[in-house]
């Protein structure tokens, strides 16, 4: 089955630490993208990448880094510069990154700062 | 800019009783208009889209949406609400490049 995977589900990470969460999509998607999601909030828009060794930051890339080296791989680092990086962390790819495009999501990673 | 209006974040219904979840938009270009819904601690799912062909866009489970230009509107309805409605649904509007944005959800409750 075609989708995307992110793991881990549940991540916990002490004050100071980077960690690394991960995303993979076998759908032959062209545009990837990372969103944060906050209670009350909706999904906020952290990078996006339109293609392979090229990626833009979104409306709250500080302290986060991406890298986008294979189609289907988009990594996502959560560094300490971060200040409240506790949240749902959502991956998602589009065929072509069009206007109309769908977004398929991957299931989350849950990031608790100990 | 573009941006997503979502009125209420919290929204209860009778099973059984109809679904009318609201979504307000604002855009200096004609928009493309989405629904998805999310069950919890998951992904979110597309339910249905506009793409300026039919005003009335029908959806997965039951669920449609009209938009309305002159309201600037695209409001989710669903005639007969079932316990397995229950989630977040989040609407979104993509902005003149492709990114889209999204509004802050409605919890949708649904009693017995």
């Known amino acids: 089955d075609g989708g995307i995977t992110q793991s881990p589900k549940y991540l916990f990470r002490k004050e100071g630490q980077n960690v690394t969460l991960s995303c993979e999509q076998n759908?032959?998607?062209?545009?990837m993208y990372w969103y944060r999601q906050d209670p009350g909030q909706g999904l906020r828009l952290i990078y996006y990448s339109q293609i392979v060794n090229d990626f833009q930051k979104g409306d709250i890339a500080e302290g986060y880094s991406v890298s986008r080296e294979k189609k289907e791989s988009f990594p996502l680092t959560v560094t300490s510069a971060q200040k409240n990086p506790t949240a749902f962390y959502l991956c998602?790819?589009?065929?072509?990154?069009?206007?109309?495009?769908?977004?398929?999501f991957g299931p989350g990673t849950r990031l608790t700062v100990l | 800019a573009q941006s997503v209006t979502q009125l209420g974040s919290h929204v209860s219904v009778s099973e059984g009783a109809l679904v009318l979840l609201r979504c307000n938009y604002s855009s200096s270009v004609p928009p493309y208009l989405f629904w998805y819904v999310q069950y919890p601690n998951q992904g979110l799912q597309l339910l249905l889209k506009y793409t300026s062909a039919a005003t009335l866009v029908k959806g997965i489970n039951g669920f449609e949406a009209e938009f309305k230009k002159s309201e600037t509107s695209f409001h989710l309805t669903k005639p007969s609400a079932h316990m397995s409605d229950a989630a977040e649904y989040f609407c979104?509007?993509?902005?003149?490049?492709?990114?889209?944005?999204f509004g802050r959800g409605t919890s949708l409750i649904v009693h017995p």
């Open positions: 979104a509007v993509t902005r003149g490049s492709y990114i889209p944005t």
């Open positions: 759908l032959n998607h062209d545009a």
């Open positions: 998602a790819s589009t065929s072509k990154g069009g206007n109309t495009d769908t977004q398929y």
